[in-house]
């Protein structure tokens, strides 16, 4: 092992009880993720007892060069995988120094909704299926996929084993292993229908929770990727032509569509959200257009439909919450790169305050 190993993987635990506290944050394109570590005199569990810091918006496209701080506000805090040890990850959003949230603060309106008693009876859990394309560093194309050129067709791919199928599963174990150490509740990993296509989901997790941790799931895998010297893309169409598109379906249920006569208040809250359409998909990423087309697994973009079983749809119901009448649903629409705090409260807003 080099001394530039040993250095990186040094336990500061044998020397000091200070700690390093990685603070998290994210960017003014709404998907650029940022973070800068400062020290701390000892172990921190509780987000309220983290001091808060700026940074220089201005450099983020989040403030103007002559009023360029910005305020960071610790929410969430994660175990570090990376510095281990009592280190941590610390999950922020960011306001100005008169203590309003900037623009590109979504974080602050989802917890207004999900902190609204009538959502937090319901106690509303998501789980989320975040895919991802793993990226040639340099060139904007797949890794394993030829320069300029293109493997066999989609197929073998999907939960494909072998060395020409399973392209980069070393970074999305490595992820995987990651997430569980931090405390994220990632629920599973596969491989899917484009060859260096990957996903992983996380929940259920209730609320707003459920935002802060695939935000930090994907600052993990951009991390995981930058050792790697490979790139992540979240764009939801990243190779045009016969090829699937990238998603983050959003699974979701409330405490009634739950119990017993579930599927009726299901029933209900799809169509409230027919009603809402052409709001819930300028709301779920950019570039949405390019993968909703009604083909490749999605619905057409203009039109709103749900079915049982149908991965051409909208919206879709499992077999199993329509046998037992009661669970949850699944929203195809969000692209890989929505806002998780966005699409999560809005689904909310929408089916419990609609």
Request: proline share 6%; glycine share 12%; aromatic share 10%.
């Amino acid at each position: 092992m080099s001394l530039l190993s040993d250095l990186v993987n040094l336990n500061l635990s044998d020397t000091t009880k200070q700690i390093i506290a990685e603070y998290i944050w994210i960017g003014g394109s709404g998907m650029d993720i940022r973070s800068k570590a400062r020290t701390l005199p000892g172990p921190v569990s509780d987000p309220s007892k983290l001091p808060k810091w700026n940074y220089d918006g201005s450099s983020t496209g989040q403030a103007a060069g002559d009023n360029s701080e910005v305020i960071l506000y610790p929410q969430a805090i994660f175990r570090d995988p990376f510095r281990r040890g009592d280190n941590i990850l610390v999950m922020c959003d960011a306001y100005t120094p008169a203590g309003d949230p900037i623009p590109t603060n979504k974080r602050h309106n989802a917890s207004k909704i999900f902190s609204h008693p009538n959502v937090a009876k319901e106690v509303p859990w998501y789980g989320i299926e975040q895919e991802y394309t793993l990226m040639q560093k340099g060139v904007n194309w797949p890794i394993g996929w030829p320069i300029g050129g293109f493997p066999g067709p989609q197929g073998p791919y999907y939960c494909g084993v072998g060395a020409d199928k399973a392209i980069g599963r070393d970074i999305v174990d490595a992820h995987y292993k990651a997430c569980l150490y931090a405390g994220i509740s990632i629920s599973g990993v596969n491989g899917e229908v484009m060859p260096g296509q990957w996903e992983f989901q996380v929940g259920p997790v209730e609320g707003i929770s459920a935002g802060d941790q695939v935000w930090v799931a994907r600052y993990l895998l951009e991390r995981i990727t930058e050792i790697s010297g490979v790139n992540v893309s979240f764009d939801p169409k990243p190779v045009p032509g016969d090829w699937n598109g990238a998603g983050a379906h959003c699974n979701y249920s409330t405490k009634t569509m739950r119990n017993d006569g579930g599927l009726a208040v299901i029933k209900k809250a799809i169509e409230k959200l027919q009603v809402k359409h052409k709001e819930h998909i300028a709301a779920y990423g950019e570039g949405n257009e390019r993968r909703l087309t009604g083909k490749h697994e999605t619905a057409d973009i203009n039109t709103f439909s749900w079915g049982v079983a149908n991965r051409g749809a909208s919206v879709r119901v499992g077999r199993d919450t329509e046998k037992e009448g009661k669970g949850y649903f699944e929203d195809r629409r969000p692209a890989s790169n929505m806002d998780p705090y966005v699409v999560t409260s809005m689904i909310a807003e929408t089916t419990i305050l609609g």
